[in-house]
């Protein structure tokens, strides 16, 4: 075929439009790049597996615009885990890489969840983060971040999506092991365990009854689970504890997944039996498990820690200087068992509210009680 001038006009600029496109395409997908490990910081940004993929982004210049957007808000738990963030962003060192932390929580409603993590990627925001009320649903959105060039992280209830990088302790593997504290502590053949469970739907609810189920299945025995929910709150734990020990429940031994204090409290102030706990790592919890540890209250008490939240703004400043992070990061997991040694695992001076999982040695985080009083779990 013979060309003329006009011809090879037409054949370079339609290869000029295609490169245009090509380039033009991987313009727009700014999210990170797959590499190869090691990673930053290995001690705090510990890789979730061996064969666990390592993101990095393009290197940006901060000061950094963070945001938080927390769904379920009605415990102490996600309070604290949002004073630590706070009291994180603004020590000297941080806050030098942090222009604005916003923090917005939306209750259960996973819809508004994902409206708000929309709005921060369409305000610019440099990273988001994440605790979901939904681990499935955020697909669209881990997307749009990565179009964008916004770095999405999740933790304690993480996006179930590969595009965004997870920080978690072994939220079944909790359940795991209060299954088998809790038939290690029981001789009964058939026993009868109390579940206290969080709120419905909730990733870590489900996780943590997985794992409780699987422990008491692998055991063999023969075990009469009651199921209440108690939305990870102690008032709610000490109601629904009490309603169940009303209505003819005696049990053997009780898991509290959060709000431990509460059903420990219904547990002692119905007065029909003392057994063996598990739950979370509220300081309330604990000394009531120390007061009436010869009575028979013998616990384990362990959890995610909320200071989890600043490990994970640690993380949104390192992928944001474009260092190399794993995508899934392994947090670990304390569990303590009573009698609980005063000022190390159990603090009577201090609120009964206080979770005591606030510092994470290998990462450098740490709070002072002063430095987490000073600060809200309000919007801002």
């Not at 090879?8 to 700014?30: E, H, I, N």
């Not at 997985?210 to 199921?227: D, L, Q």
């Not at 039996?273 to 008490?301: T, Y």
Request: glycine content about 12%; aromatic content about 8%; proline content about 6%.
């Amino acid at each position: 075929m013979q060309f003329n001038s006009k011809s090879r006009r037409l054949v370079q600029l339609g290869a000029a439009l295609m490169m245009s496109a090509v380039f033009g395409g991987a313009a727009l997908a700014a999210g990170p790049a797959m590499v190869a490990g090691p990673g930053a910081d290995p001690a705090c940004f510990k890789p979730g597996s061996a064969d666990v993929k390592y993101f990095q982004w393009p290197a940006k210049p901060g000061p950094y615009r963070i945001a938080l957007a927390n769904g379920f808000i009605a415990n102490d738990w996600r309070v604290q885990m949002i004073k630590v963030a706070k009291a994180y962003a603004g020590q000297p060192d941080v806050k030098k890489d942090i222009k604005e932390f916003k923090v917005v929580s939306v209750g259960q409603d996973v819809a508004a969840q994902i409206a708000a993590v929309n709005n921060f990627i369409d305000q610019g925001y440099d990273a988001i983060i994440v605790n979901a009320n939904n681990s499935k649903a955020f697909g669209s959105v881990v997307k749009k971040a990565n179009d964008a060039g916004v770095v999405l992280l999740s933790f304690d209830n993480i996006i179930d999506d590969p595009g965004n990088i997870q920080i978690n302790v072994d939220q079944k593997g909790l359940g795991v092991t209060a299954g088998n504290f809790l038939l290690k502590e029981t001789k009964a053949d058939p026993a009868k365990f109390l579940f206290v469970r969080g709120p419905a739907g909730q990733p870590v609810d489900i996780a943590r009854a997985t794992g409780f189920a699987e422990a008491i299945a692998k055991s063999g025995r023969k075990v009469e689970v009651t199921e209440v929910i108690g939305n990870w709150a102690p008032g709610d734990g000490q109601k629904v504890t009490a309603d169940a020990i009303a209505a003819g429940g005696m049990f053997d031994g009780i898991y509290v997944e959060g709000g431990s204090q509460g059903a420990a409290q219904a547990m002692l102030d119905a007065g029909k039996f003392i057994v063996p706990m598990s739950g979370e790592d509220e300081n309330a919890f604990r000394m009531l498990c120390n007061a009436n540890f010869d009575k028979g209250l013998h616990c384990q008490s362990g959890g995610t820690g909320p200071a989890q939240s600043a490990v994970t703004v640690k993380t949104a400043v390192a992928a944001l200087k474009g260092e190399k992070i794993p995508q899934v990061i392994a947090l670990p997991t304390s569990i303590s068992f009573a009698p609980y040694k005063v000022g190390k695992e159990v603090f009577p001076d201090l609120p009964g509210s206080l979770f005591t999982g606030n510092n994470f040695p290998d990462c450098k985080i740490g709070f002072t009680n002063e430095e987490i009083a000073t600060q809200t779990g309000e919007n801002n």
